[in-house]
Structure formats: C-alpha cells, structure tokens
C-alpha cells in the first residue's frame, strides 16, 4: 500500500529525444507527488511536483502526467539534453504526514 | 540552492569506531529526516524530527540513534560501526505547508560512510 513503483530502472536517450519515466502507486491517500533529480555526488533536488487535482503540469522541458484513475504519474523528459543525465526520483506524501515515500530511482544517460 | 549542510563529505572508518555525521540547515525549517541511500540509489527514510526534542524512526530499521536539541542542527551517531553501515546517508529538512511548496524537502550533499 505504501509503494511506489518506478520503471525503467535505467534509461538511454538520444540528445533531442523524450524521456519517460514512469511511477505508479496503491495508496489513494497520496495527495502530493514530487519528483527529484539527483546529480552524482549531490543530494536529491526538486524538479517538479503535481498535486491529483490536475493531469498534468509542464515547466519547461519538464512535463507530468498524472492519472489519478490508473494512479499512475509519469515524467516527460522534451528535447533531452546531455546535462539531463542523472537519477530521477518520484515520490508520494500524504497532506499533514510530511514524509516522502519515493521510487527506486532512475537513471537516465542522454547520448551527445 | 538549498542551506543544508553535511559533514564530513567522506568518512572512511575502522570497526567499532563510534561516529557521528553532523547536518545543518539555516532555513528555520521544523522537519528534518536522515535517508540512507543504497549504491543501488533507493533512498530509505532512517529517522525524522518533527521538531526540537521530537525524534522518530524512519520506515528502514537502523542501529544508528538521533537528537534534536536544536532546530537547525539533527546529528546522526552510530556507537560502534560495522561494515555493513557502509552506505551514503542524506540529510533533509522542510517546512510547514504554506511556508514553502507544500512541505517540499531539501536535501544536503550527503555523507559517504565506509567502514572497513
């Protein structure tokens, strides 16, 4: 119930390519879904995070998806770019909790 | 950039060494958690403070303990290290929702353990 799945566990995509990672989830009480980049030798940054109540948010090249039916959310990587290549995390909270439960993780390598 | 600090940045250590991992933050921020991160990349919730001498573990049983005699400052100590405590530990901290972006979390740069 507390899961949050994340696929692929790794990722290669062509410089100008779309990266998709994928996360689903169980529990219907998550009601906040960040999603964080980590660069090696660096902590977990956030990138850009969705609230259920729309299906979809875009900050530049960074676009989620979100499909409270299917509970599943998922992150669009446009026109990615060599200086993309970290480990993306998606993560779910629960309002008044404050604690995050995140995904295993994804590497993603942009090919120059 | 976030004001979150943790030292030493590499720490490498003999068994049954006692050690303690130092983090701070400068954000007034009430909510502070330690994660251990597997060479794998899963992040593990170990412990979290709600608030001055408020301390709790996380969702990964670990032998380490907490305190939380300060807002900004949350030490993680492990009495007597083991090899299998080698791991990356993380630092964050956050705010109440309206603060910030509903109680998004700040991470530090980490603490790489190795324990021979």
């Known amino acids: 119930q507390q899961q949050v799945k994340q696929s692929p566990q790794s990722l290669i995509v062509q410089k100008g390519g779309i990266s998709i990672i994928n996360c689903a989830y169980e529990?219907?009480?998550?009601?906040?879904f960040p999603w964080y980049q980590q660069f090696p030798g660096k902590g977990p940054a956030l990138l850009i995070a969705?609230?259920?109540?729309?299906s979809e948010k875009k900050e530049g090249r960074f676009t989620i998806s979100f499909n409270k039916s299917a509970k599943q959310f998922s992150l669009h990587i446009m026109d990615s770019q060599p200086g993309d290549s970290a480990t993306y995390f998606c993560?779910?909270?629960?309002?008044?909790?404050?604690?995050?439960?995140f995904g295993t993780g994804t590497r993603l390598k942009v090919l120059a | 950039e976030a004001d979150i600090y943790q030292t030493p940045r590499y720490l490498v250590i003999g068994t049954g060494k006692k050690i303690t991992l130092e983090c701070s933050q400068t954000?007034?921020?009430?909510?502070m958690y330690w994660y251990q991160q597997d060479p794998g990349m899963e992040l593990h919730l170990i412990h979290y403070?709600?608030?001055?001498?408020?301390?709790e573990k996380g969702d990964l049983s670990s032998e380490s303990t907490v305190s939380r005699i300060r807002t900004e400052h949350f030490p993680l100590t492990l009495e007597s290290a083991r090899p299998s405590h080698t791991s990356q530990y993380l630092c964050?901290?956050?705010?109440?929702?309206?603060?910030?972006?509903?109680?998004?979390?700040?991470f530090g740069p980490g603490t790489r353990l190795t324990v021979l």
């Open positions: 529990n219907t009480a998550f009601d906040y």
């Open positions: 403070s709600y608030g001055v001498n408020s301390t």
């Open positions: 954000m007034g921020h009430d909510k």
């Open positions: 993560a779910a909270s629960i309002a008044g909790t404050y604690k995050y439960i």
């Open positions: 964050a901290s956050s705010a109440a929702p309206g603060y910030s972006s509903y109680n998004e979390q700040f």
């Open positions: 969705i609230r259920p109540d729309v």
